[in-house]
């Protein structure tokens, strides 16, 4: 079946380093829609960033990804991690084509900026 | 103003009792949702609605039963309350064909007891 897999439990660096939560997918859908969820605590989530387009960059709020098929990865990285980054991130899945209604997450990847 | 309402905020109830979770979505959204969120189990999809017809159900027990009276309105009853239920409830939506891209509610907490 489709599913998602994340960088698992709990990512602890320090502020100013980069970020980088990996994300892959497993799917039958031929046209793959993939989204970055953040969940900050005690909030609900919220979409930080969504592509469809193979090889193509998409950035947020200074975060980006690149979906790429061949390997099936959309990788959530940002430059320089910042204190306000410390939330539970998701990444999932979807089809553009199919009348599917379903959104199929990962498990969620804690990350923890420390000063 | 809230474009997502779930009420209550927060639940208590006892094992065995019944109650209702209400969710109101004033984005102009065909497409409404259920989530549930506990420490064992991230974010669980349960149901997924488009102009008030279930579209996918991927919650086991019949104990859930997600009520639509209205097009803006997905409500969630839960029978035979156990322990297990405890967690935070997410309503949430989208736009009719753009089911990925989801509008989550502020939540209610639900705690069995």
């Known amino acids: 079946g489709d599913s998602v897999t994340q960088t698992e439990g709990l990512v602890t660096l320090t502020e100013g380093l980069p970020v980088m939560l990996n994300c892959t997918y497993q799917?039958?859908?031929?046209?793959?829609?993939l989204f970055w969820y953040v969940q900050h605590l005690n909030e609900s989530p919220r979409l930080l960033l969504k592509?469809?387009?193979?090889?193509k960059r998409t950035e947020h709020q200074g975060f980006h990804a690149t979906l790429h098929k061949s390997s099936s990865s959309f990788h959530l990285q940002k430059s320089s991690a910042q204190l306000s980054d410390s939330a539970l991130y998701y990444c999932?899945?979807?089809?553009?084509?199919?009348?599917?209604?379903?959104?199929?997450f990962g498990k969620g990847t804690h990350l923890h900026v420390l000063p | 103003d809230p474009k997502i309402i779930q009420k209550p905020k927060y639940l208590v109830a006892v094992t065995g009792s019944e109650k209702i979770l209400i969710c109101e979505q004033y984005?102009?959204?065909?497409?409404m949702y259920w989530y549930r969120q506990s420490a064992k189990k991230p974010l669980e999809f349960m149901f997924s609605?488009?102009?008030?017809?279930?579209?996918d159900n991927q919650t086991a027990s019949s104990r859930f039963q997600p009520q639509s009276s209205k097009k803006n309105h997905l409500d969630l009853q839960i029978t035979a309350l156990k322990p297990d239920d405890s967690a935070t409830y997410f309503c949430?939506?989208?736009?009719?064909?753009?089911?990925?891209?989801?509008?989550f509610g502020p939540g209610t907490r639900l705690t069995v007891l």
């Open positions: 592509s469809f387009t193979d090889n």
């Open positions: 609605y488009s102009y008030q017809k279930l579209m």
């Open positions: 799917t039958i859908y031929s046209n793959p829609f």
């Open positions: 999932a899945l979807s089809d553009r084509d199919t009348n599917a209604y379903k959104v199929i």
């Open positions: 984005l102009g959204h065909n497409a």
């Open positions: 949430a939506s989208s736009q009719d064909k753009d089911w990925g891209e989801q509008y």
